[in-house]
């Protein structure tokens, strides 16, 4: 069975004309515990496949609105030990790497994807954000990698960029924004999701 992890009702509006006899969607809210806990029960239901799709924010300037990729890495780019233990930001412990991998189809431009609980135009995260080599950034995504991997379960990521970092204040952008990039969401979808 596969199962949608999908954060925003506007965005699972992109899935549900497509879920095919046997899948699932979740429709879990914004943040990184909503997307775990709903990958983690999906997981349980007998979701052998997640899937994750919806608007993110760019960081390369070459990006543009309404761009579409698909995440080959993931990394929460908000944990942080190294206060503790000295590791580089992103790996949690028992870990070697910040990157959670993810499967790609090779149907978009594959990308790294930040995953953290804020939606900011702070400089603050921008030295994390390139040494990490994240060009997309989200809300939930690494969660949803994280939680996959962890049970050995599959899982591809989507993204379309409602903002990109340098071009506005990224909230505003965002709002001006979201309808174009679902609509560029629900043309590259099809494509992407086939079994």
Same mark, same amino acid.
């Given at each position: 069975?596969?199962? *949608?992890?999908?954060?925003?009702?506007?965005?699972?509006?992109?899935?549900?004309?497509?879920?095919?006899?046997?899948?699932?969607?979740?429709?879990?809210?914004?943040? #990184?515990?909503?997307?775990?806990?709903?990958?983690? #029960? &999906?997981?349980?239901? @007998?979701?052998?496949?997640?899937?994750?799709?919806?608007?993110?924010g @760019?960081?390369?300037?070459?990006?543009?609105?309404?761009?579409?990729?698909?995440?080959?890495? &993931?990394?929460?780019?908000?944990?942080?030990?190294?206060?503790?233990?000295?590791?580089?930001?992103?790996?949690?412990?028992?870990?070697?790497?910040?990157?959670? @991998? +993810?499967?790609?189809?090779?149907l978009?431009?594959?990308?790294?994807?930040?995953? @953290?609980?804020?939606?900011?135009?702070?400089?603050?995260?921008?030295?994390? +954000?390139?040494?990490?080599?994240?060009?997309?950034?989200?809300?939930?995504?690494?969660?949803?990698?994280?939680? =996959?991997?962890? /049970?050995?379960?599959?899982?591809?990521?989507?993204?379309?960029?409602?903002?990109?970092?340098?071009?506005?204040?990224m909230?505003?952008?965002?709002?001006? /924004?979201?309808? #174009?990039?679902l609509?560029?969401?629900?043309?590259? *979808?099809?494509?992407? =999701?086939? #079994?």
């Amino acid at each position: 069975m596969r199962a *949608f992890v999908i954060a925003m009702e506007s965005e699972a509006a992109v899935v549900r004309p497509f879920l095919k006899d046997g899948d699932r969607l979740y429709v879990a809210g914004v943040g #990184k515990v909503n997307a775990a806990a709903a990958t983690q #029960k &999906a997981i349980d239901a @007998g979701a052998d496949e997640i899937l994750n799709c919806g608007v993110a924010g @760019g960081f390369d300037p070459a990006m543009k609105i309404a761009d579409v990729f698909e995440i080959d890495r &993931a990394v929460e780019y908000d944990f942080d030990l190294a206060q503790l233990n000295g590791t580089e930001v992103g790996v949690h412990n028992e870990r070697t790497t910040p990157y959670f @991998g +993810l499967q790609t189809r090779g149907l978009f431009p594959a990308r790294t994807l930040g995953s @953290g609980d804020r939606f900011s135009d702070s400089q603050a995260d921008l030295p994390v +954000l390139a040494r990490l080599g994240v060009t997309i950034r989200d809300m939930e995504g690494a969660a949803i990698a994280h939680v =996959c991997e962890m /049970n050995g379960v599959p899982c591809r990521i989507l993204k379309c960029l409602s903002d990109v970092h340098g071009q506005g204040a990224m909230t505003d952008q965002y709002k001006a /924004n979201l309808s #174009k990039a679902l609509l560029s969401l629900a043309k590259a *979808f099809p494509a992407w =999701c086939g #079994k």
